[in-house]
């Protein structure tokens, strides 16, 4: 039996788990995103970005599975990354 979604603490809506890219300094295979494009903090960060960095980016929220360490995962479109979710 797997384990039930994580929930985003942006919208509680289920995370998927996303497979890690090699190139990514990360010991797990995957970690836990949030991929609902009405997520405030995936909504919200639109914008930030493009005051800080002058760049069309947002950024989605990702959870360690192992460590339990969050933070954004950076994304240029609705579309980026999502195929790299575990199906």
Same mark, same amino acid.
């Given at each position: ?21 090699? /190139? ?25 970005? /493009? ?6 980016? *947002? ?7 192992? *460590? ?8 240029? *479109? ?10």
């Amino acid at each position: 039996m797997s384990e039930p979604n994580e929930r985003c603490p942006h919208c509680d809506q289920p995370m998927e788990r996303w497979v890690i890219p090699d /190139e990514l300094p990360f010991d797990e295979e995957w970690h836990w995103v949030c991929f609902n494009d009405d997520c405030p903090y995936y909504v919200k960060g639109w914008k930030w970005m /493009e005051e800080q960095f002058g760049r069309p980016a *947002s950024y989605r929220h990702r959870k360690n599975p192992t *460590s339990k360490e969050y933070g954004p995962l950076a994304v240029w *479109s609705a579309q980026a990354l999502r195929d790299r979710i575990m199906r």
